[in-house]
């Protein structure tokens, strides 16, 4: 459940843009803020499997976008390349002599 | 003009998976094989106007995705920061020394 929760999270960061409010806000209040499906409910005053039925729904969109679009997969590709990378110019540079570097390094990590 | 098309073949390139079969049809046929509109329509037995209005229903789909998702934007920044790596790595470091660094920024910039 946590791995599944995790990937979620990821899921949810990466697509959300392309959800629509109310499943933005029910995937907000479910993975992000841990509200249970009944508090949901009482909140948007609806039906608990009305809650549980739209998250299944956006948790299905979400695999969809990135079976498409993939953005999650190559972010976890991109940053194993930059470790791989970030641990390669440590041994080869010492700190000093390699500043700009690793900003750029950083730089690159922040953009996804 | 070029300009415009270079864009266009950008944005295709990153949110085509998202597109209708048609929309994708008619988008490589105009963008990439440089058909005309009234070849296109020809081809698929419409009028013109259906063509044109379908491309450029899809070109303004294209720009809401980038406003939203903002790929195209990122792949630019990523290749201008890996290649303001790869020219102080190609200072720093030389050839024999750096192999697989520079194979590791190969597989970084084939990753968009």
């Known amino acids: 459940m946590l791995e599944k929760t995790t990937r979620m999270n990821y ?3 990466f697509y959300q843009v392309l ?3 109310k499943q933005q806000s029910y995937m907000s209040l479910y993975y992000l803020d841990d509200l249970s499906l009944g508090e949901i409910a009482e909140e948007y005053e609806v ?3 009305a809650v549980y039925d739209n998250i299944k729904r956006t948790e299905i969109m979400l695999e969809e976008y990135e079976k498409k679009l993939h953005l999650f997969e ?3 590709q991109r940053n194993r390349l930059l470790d791989e990378l970030s641990a390669l110019l440590h ?18 990590k ?3």
């Open 11 to 13: 899921l949810f960061d």
């Open 74 to 76: 190559k972010f976890q």
């Open 19 to 21: 959800l629509t409010p």
């Open 91 to 108: 041994a080869k540079l010492d700190k000093n002599q390699a500043e700009h570097i690793y900003h750029i390094l950083e730089a690159l």
């Open 47 to 49: 039906s608990r499997q």
């Open 110 to 112: 922040e953009l996804d």
